[in-house]
C-alpha cells in the first residue's frame, strides 16, 4: 500500500506539470475562438426562392459570372490560362463548377452583391488604398435584385455536383487551391505538378508557376503559405475556424474569408490531414495492437514476478 | 597461459574463453541489492530501456534522415513521416521517448535527494548521474535541430547567443560555435554530427561510470538502513532467502523492474500512439524561417525551470542565475552537512526543504512557457529567487539537523 | 514443484518478450523496403514507334540499362525457333527487348551492327541478336524483363501477355 501511496504523489505531481504547461499555458498563449459551424450570422438570410432557369440568363450573360470565370460543367471553359487570369485579377478566378455544392448559399448571395464585405477583405479596399476588389459587386440587371442573386444562387447549385460527389482535391482547388501550394500532393498555385522528362518542360512549367506566385504576391501583399504540414502545425480547430472567419484570429491578414459550408470545409480538412498525417488511420490501428500486446506483457511480468517473490518475503 | 581442455558443450567453451558463468555470477546472479525497496528504484531500469528505445528508433532515422537546410525538414516530414514504412512509429516513439525520458530522470533524482542516496560513498553515483543529466540535455537539445522546423532554427539562435555571455559580448564564440553568422548549414552538420555520434558515445559511457559506480557502496534502500551485504548474501546463498535483507540482481530484483517496466510502456504507448503533441511541438511543423520569429518561442519543458531562471533577471545577472542553476545539483553531495543518509521524511527541516524544491521546480516549469508578462512576470521572479534562495540555505538548514 | 512452476513462468515472460521482439523486427524488416516513390518510379514506358531498325536503343528502367532493339526482316527470316520464341511482337514487327546486363558479371556488352551480335568487353562473352549466349564465359542468355505492350508502346516493369507467355515457355532468361 506504501507504493500506492508513493505512485500516487508521483502521478499527482505529473500530472500537475502536465496541465500546467500544455493545457493551461496554451489556453494563455492562444486566443480561443470557438466555431460557428459554418452558418455565417453576420450575412443576410435569401428570402426569395430562386429560379434556375432565369440565373442561367444572369449568369451566362454578357459581361456576368462567365466573363472571368470558367464552368466546366456548363461547358463553359477558361477563356484565359491562369498566369494570364492572376496578371490581370492578381489571382486565378475560380471555376464556378461545384461551388453551389461546397459554399453556403448565404455567402454566395452576399458575395455576388458585395465581395469584399462577405468576404471580410473591406480593411483591403478602402477608398484611401485607391485599390478595388477585382471581382466587382453586381447591381442588378433591372429587375428585383434580391431576386436575381437567388435565381443564380439556385443556377449555380443547380449544376454543382452532390457534395459527397466532390473529392476532398477538388474542394481544396476550389476553396484554397489558387492561392496555396500543398507540395507533398504536388500542388501547386495553378494545378497539380506532373512529373517531367524533359529538364526544359520542367523549367517552362517553374516559370509559369513563378509568374503566377508574382503576380498573387502583389496582390496579397505576401506569399500565401505552403499548407502541407498545416494539419499538424496549426490543428484542425484552427484550420476550421480560420477559415470561417480569418480576422477572429489574425485580425488585418489579406486573407479572405473562404465562405465553404461544414461539408465543404470538412472535405478541406480531409485534404490536409490526407497532406500532413497520412498515416493517422495506421497509427490508431498499430496503436490498438501493441497496447493489447503489452497489457499480456505486463500480466507475463506480474505473474513471474509473485513467482519469484514468493521465497524472497 | 591458461590450460584449455576439450570442450563438454558450447557452454563450457564459452565459458573457458570467456568465463561467462564468472561473468553472470558478477553481474547478476550475485550482484546484491537490498530487499526494502519500492518501484522508484526500477527507474533505472526504466531509464535504460527508454535508452534502448531511443537508440534503436534513432538509428532508422538516421537512415532516412538528410542534413541539409534545404532537405531536412522533408525528409522528416514528407519521407519518414510519409514514405517508409513505420517511419511515423520510428518518429513518434523517438520524439516521445527523448521527452518521457527526461520525466524519469527528474523522478530518478529526486528519489535520489529524497532519501539521501547521494551521501557515504555514494558520491560518485550522484556525480556521474548528473553528467548523465547534462549529457542528455546536449543530445535533447542537439537533436531538436535535426527538423529543422521554426522552434529549431529559433531555438538554435537563442541558445548558442547564450555563450556571447551577456555584456562580455563573446561574438566570436557565437560565431565559431555556429560556424556561421546565423544558424546554417555548418551549424546543422555540426550539431547532426554531436548528435548522432559524439553525445551518444559520452553517454555510453557515462552509463558505465554510473553503473560502476554503484558498485562499492550498493544500492541504498528505503529506510537508509547500513547493510552488511556479505553477511546478508551468505544468508541467501545458504537458502535463507526471507530473512535475507538481500535479493540478487537476477531474476529477483529483475523481475520487478519488468514488471515495472511493463506498466511503463503501456504509458508511454499510449502517448507515441494518442497523446503525441507535448513533445512534438505544433510550431516546429512549420518550416524553419530565418526572417520570422514565431509568436511564443519556448523550449522543451524540461529545460523550462532553468530558462525561468534566467528569464525574469536583467541580462548579466540572468547568465549568473543561470549558470548557477546548471552546476549547482552537481554539489549537493557537499552542500548537505547533514551526517544522516536517511529519508526525508526522518530528516525534519530539511524534509520541508525537499518539497519546496519540487513545487519551485514545478513553479518555475510552468512559468518558464507561460508568456513573460503582468503576473506570471512576478511569479517568475519570486521563484527563481527562491530556488537561489534554497540552495543558500541547504547547507545551514543540514548542519542543525541532529544525529538520528 | 515450485522450482518448475517459477521457471514456468520465466519461460512465458521470455516467450511474450520474444513476441514483442518479432514484432519489432517485423516494423524493421518494413522499413528497409524500397519507397513508395521508388516503386512508382519501377514503371517505364517507351515509344518503340520510331525506334530504326538493327539500331540499338538504350533506356534506363530501375537504374539498369534495357536494350530495345528491331530486327530487319532478314534477320527475323533466319533466326532459330529458339530465338524467334524470344521476339517481342510490337504492331507486327520484331523486337528484342532484355536487361542489357551481361549474365557472367554485369557488364553492359555492345552491338556489332555488322555481326547482329553483342560483345561484351569484360570477359569477351557474346549473345546473339536474341540475347541468347553464345560464346562463354556467359552461362544464360540476357534476361527479358517484365513489359506489357500497348499499342506501340511497351511499359516496362508490368506483366502483359506475351510476357506471361515467354515466361510459361520458360524463354525469360
Known amino acids: ?313 | 597461459m591458461a590450460h584449455f581442455t576439450k570442450a563438454t558443450s558450447v557452454h563450457d567453451w564459452l565459458d573457458q574463453r570467456l568465463a561467462i558463468d564468472t561473468l553472470r555470477r558478477v553481474l547478476a546472479k550475485e550482484y546484491w541489492i537490498p530487499k526494502n525497496i519500492n518501484f522508484l528504484w526500477a527507474m533505472g531500469m526504466v531509464l535504460a530501456f527508454t535508452f534502448g528505445i531511443l537508440l534503436v528508433s534513432g538509428i532508422f532515422l538516421l537512415m532516412y534522415y538528410q542534413p541539409n537546410v534545404n532537405l531536412a525538414f522533408d525528409s522528416v516530414n514528407y519521407t519518414i513521416m510519409r514514405e517508409v514504412e513505420f517511419g511515423w512509429l520510428w518518429r513518434h516513439v523517438h520524439a516521445v521517448a527523448a521527452s518521457v525520458v527526461f520525466l524519469i530522470i527528474y523522478i530518478h533524482m529526486l528519489t535520489g535527494i529524497y532519501y539521501g542516496s547521494y551521501k557515504k560513498g555514494r558520491e560518485m553515483i550522484w556525480i556521474s548521474g548528473m553528467l548523465l543529466f547534462v549529457a542528455f540535455s546536449a543530445e535533447a537539445f542537439s537533436g531538436y535541430m535535426l527538423p529543422w522546423g521554426q522552434m529549431s532554427y529559433w531555438a538554435g539562435m537563442v541558445i548558442t547567443n547564450l555563450f556571447s555571455l551577456g555584456s562580455l559580448e563573446f561574438n566570436g564564440l557565437v560565431e565559431w560555435i555556429r560556424g556561421d553568422y546565423v544558424p546554417g548549414q555548418a551549424f546543422l552538420d555540426r550539431f547532426f554530427m554531436l548528435h548522432v555520434l559524439l553525445i551518444p558515445l559520452a553517454i555510453l559511457a557515462l552509463i558505465g561510470l554510473h553503473f560502476g559506480a554503484l558498485r562499492i557502496p550498493h544500492v541504498n534502500n528505503q529506510d537508509g538502513e547500513e547493510i552488511d551485504f556479505e553477511e546478508e548474501a551468505a544468508k541467501y546463498k545458504a537458502g535463507r532467502k526471507r530473512e535475507s535483507k538481500v535479493i540478487a540482481f537476477a531474476n529477483d530484483f529483475l523481475s520487478k523492474d519488468m514488471f515495472v517496466v511493463s506498466i511503463f510502456l503501456l504509458f508511454f504507448f499510449y502517448l507515441v500512439f494518442w497523446h503525441y503533441g507535448f513533445a512534438m511541438d505544433p510550431i516546429n511543423f512549420d518550416p524553419a524561417d530565418g526572417l520570422k520569429t514565431p509568436p511564443h518561442i519556448y523550449p522543451e519543458w524540461y529545460f523550462l525551470w532553468s530558462y525561468e531562471i534566467l528569464r525574469p533577471f536583467p541580462k548579466d545577472p540572468g547568465l549568473i542565475a543561470f549558470g548557477f542553476a546548471q552546476v549547482i545539483f552537481f554539489l549537493l553531495p557537499f552542500l548537505d552537512k547533514s551526517p544522516n543518509a536517511v529519508p526525508a521524511s526522518r530528516r525534519g527541516i530539511f524534509f520541508w526543504w525537499f518539497w519546496a524544491l519540487v513545487i519551485d521546480m514545478i513553479v518555475l516549469t510552468a512559468m518558464g512557457k507561460l508568456p513573460p508578462q503582468g503576473i506570471y512576470s512576478t511569479i517568475g521572479l519570486v521563484a527563481a529567487v527562491a530556488f537561489i534562495g534554497l540552495w543558500i540555505a541547504l547547507p545551514f538548514i543540514t548542519k542543525m539537523e541532529k544525529k538520528v | ?173
Open chain 1, 1 to 313: 500500500m506504501k507504493e500506492l501511496k508513493i505512485l500516487a504523489i508521483v502521478v499527482f505531481f505529473t500530472l500537475v506539470t502536465y496541465w500546467l504547461v500544455e493545457p493551461f499555458a496554451h489556453s494563455q498563449m492562444h486566443k480561443h475562438v470557438e466555431s460557428e459551424g459554418f452558418t455565417y450570422k453576420d450575412l443576410p438570410a435569401l428570402t426569395k426562392k430562386g429560379d434556375a432557369a432565369r440565373g442561367q440568363e444572369l449568369v451566362m450573360g454578357a459581361g456576368a459570372c462567365v466573363g472571368c470565370h470558367s464552368i466546366e460543367a456548363a461547358g463553359m471553359p477558361a477563356a484565359m490560362d491562369p498566369v494570364t487570369n492572376s496578371a490581370s485579377y492578381g489571382v486565378n478566378p475560380p471555376d464556378l463548377s461545384n461551388v453551389g455544392a461546397l459554399y453556403d448559399a448565404k455567402f454566395l448571395a452576399a458575395l455576388i452583391k458585395n465581395p469584399a464585405h462577405a468576404l471580410k477583405v473591406e480593411h483591403k479596399f478602402t477608398p484611401e488604398s485607391g485599390k478595388m476588389h477585382p471581382m466587382p459587386g453586381f447591381y442588378g440587371a433591372g429587375g428585383d435584385i434580391d431576386q436575381e442573386v437567388a435565381d443564380m444562387v439556385a443556377y449555380l447549385q443547380s449544376i454543382a455536383p452532390k457534395v459527397d460527389e466532390i473529392t476532398p482535391a477538388q474542394a481544396f482547388e476550389t476553396a484554397c487551391g489558387r492561392c496555396h501550394a500543398v507540395r507533398y500532393e504536388k500542388w501547386t498555385q495553378i494545378g497539380e505538378k506532373p512529373s517531367f522528362k524533359k529538364k526544359r518542360d520542367e523549367l517552362v512549367f517553374e516559370t509559369k508557376l513563378e509568374d503566377y506566385k508574382a503576380n498573387l504576391t502583389n496582390y496579397m501583399g505576401k506569399l500565401p503559405p505552403d499548407l502541407s504540414m498545416y494539419i499538424r502545425s496549426r490543428g484542425e480547430h484552427y484550420l476550421s475556424t480560420f477559415m470561417e472567419n480569418p480576422q477572429n484570429l489574425l485580425p488585418g491578414t489579406a486573407m479572405p474569408r473562404v465562405g465553404v459550408n461544414a461539408e465543404g470545409a470538412e472535405k478541406v480538412i480531409e485534404y490536409l490531414e490526407d497532406a500532413g498525417d497520412p498515416k493517422r488511420a495506421e497509427r490508431d490501428s498499430v496503436g490498438v495492437k501493441v497496447m493489447i500486446y503489452l497489457l499480456v506483457f505486463a500480466a507475463a511480468a506480474y505473474l513471474w514476478k509473485k513467482e519469484i517473490w514468493k521465497d524472497l518475503h
Open chain 3, 1 to 173: 514443484m515450485e522450482n518448475s512452476r517459477r521457471g514456468f513462468m520465466g519461460k512465458v515472460f521470455g516467450a511474450v518478450a520474444g513476441v514483442g521482439a518479432v514484432g519489432t523486427l517485423y516494423a524493421m524488416k518494413k522499413s528497409w523496403d524500397p519507397l513508395p516513390s521508388v516503386k512508382a518510379a519501377g514503371f517505364t514506358t517507351v515509344d518503340v514507334s520510331t525506334v530504326e531498325p538493327n539500331k540499338l536503343v538504350v533506356e534506363k528502367w530501375r537504374g539498369k540499362p534495357i536494350f530495345i532493339l528491331k530486327k530487319t526482316p532478314e534477320m527475323v527470316a533466319k533466326q532459330t525457333e529458339a530465338e524467334t520464341a524470344r521476339d517481342v511482337i510490337i504492331d507486327g514487327e520484331h523486337f528484342l527487348i532484355c536487361i542489357g546486363l551481361c549474365t557472367h558479371l554485369g557488364c553492359i556488352p555492345a552491338y556489332r551492327e555488322n555481326k547482329d551480335d553483342f560483345k561484351c568487353a569484360c570477359h569477351g562473352g557474346e549473345f546473339d541478336a536474341s540475347g541468347i549466349n553464345t560464346k562463354a564465359p556467359p552461362p544464360s542468355p540476357m534476361v527479358i524483363p517484365p513489359f506489357n505492350v500497348k499499342g506501340k508502346t511497351v511499359v516496362l516493369g508490368e506483366e502483359g501477355d506475351q510476357y506471361r507467355k515467354m515466361k510459361e515457355a520458360g524463354v525469360l532468361a
